[in-house]
């Protein structure tokens, strides 16, 4: 059974930089993308971006200035950094399992969220 | 970027009822890598189907899902009372692999 487990800052300042970590326990980490979805309170879903073992990423072009997506396939982690935060960054940040190395593949795994709120 | 589109917004419906959920995509998708989740409060979301009519794991087979190119549906064909949620499509055949906005289904 594929688990992943994230954390990081809830509470941040306008211009600061967000960074959340998402370990992956089960499963094989380098056969998969690994996906951060966000989702602003009361709204949809947003996604950000993705990463595979090797550090290829791909990225929401609304996002692409700002985001970087990192990953530590030592420990089976990535992590997700977005810069100059405002509050329109608030949201619950989701990491999931993404496409298959092979094959395209939907968001099959999910971690439990983590709210992020931008406030002076 | 592929824009998908959700209708109706919000559905009111009764338990025992039949859902009829649309998603349309501005372009075509392709291989038909078009997804559905449902998400309640204060959850992740979950998968229900991939493929477009391909159910996952576990999920019942009240849900089913059609179509192909730019026309999808997720059809509930009996509501129960846990099916009360928002449901969301998302393509993920190409980068940015894009959501639609939702649609809520709620007891009338």
């Known amino acids: 059974q594929v688990q992943l487990q994230q954390w ?8 600061e930089t967000l960074f959340l970590t998402c370990a992956v326990y089960g499963g094989s980490f380098s056969d998969y993308y690994w996906t951060w979805i966000r989702q602003p309170p009361g709204k949809g ?3 950000i971006g993705e990463i595979n073992h090797s550090g290829n990423t791909n990225y929401s072009p609304s996002l692409k200035s700002r985001v970087t997506i990192s990953v530590d396939t030592s420990k089976n982690q990535f992590s997700l950094k977005l810069s100059s ?4 960054d608030t949201a619950v940040y989701y990491c999931a399992r993404g496409p298959h190395k092979g094959a395209q593949q939907p968001l099959t795994y999910w971690g439990r969220g983590t709210l992020v709120t931008v406030s002076s | 970027e592929i824009v998908l589109t959700q209708s109706p917004g919000t559905l009111s ?12 995509a501005s372009q075509s998708v392709s291989s038909s ?8 409060p204060g959850q992740a979301p979950r998968l229900l189907i991939y493929g477009a009519s391909n159910r996952a794991t576990g999920i019942p087979d009240r849900f089913s899902g059609s179509g192909s ?6 059809t509930i064909s009996r509501l129960e009372p846990e099916d009360f949620a928002i449901y969301y499509c998302q393509q993920y055949g190409s980068s940015p692999r894009t959501f639609g906005q939702g649609t809520k289904v709620e007891i009338k």
Do not use: H, I, N
């Not at chain 1, 990081?8 to 211009?15: V, Y």
């Not at chain 1, 935060?85 to 329109?88: G, H, Q, S």
């Not at chain 2, 190119?69 to 997720?74: A, I, K, N, R």
């Open chain 2, 33 to 40: 890598y078009l997804a559905w989740y449902q998400q309640k």
């Open chain 2, 69 to 74: 190119g730019t026309d999808f549906t997720l």
């Open chain 1, 85 to 88: 935060v405002t509050a329109a």
């Open chain 1, 8 to 15: 990081g800052a809830g509470l941040l300042k306008p211009s």
């Open chain 2, 13 to 24: 419906l009764s338990p025992g009822e039949r859902a009829t959920l649309s998603c349309r």
């Open chain 1, 45 to 47: 879903l947003e996604w």
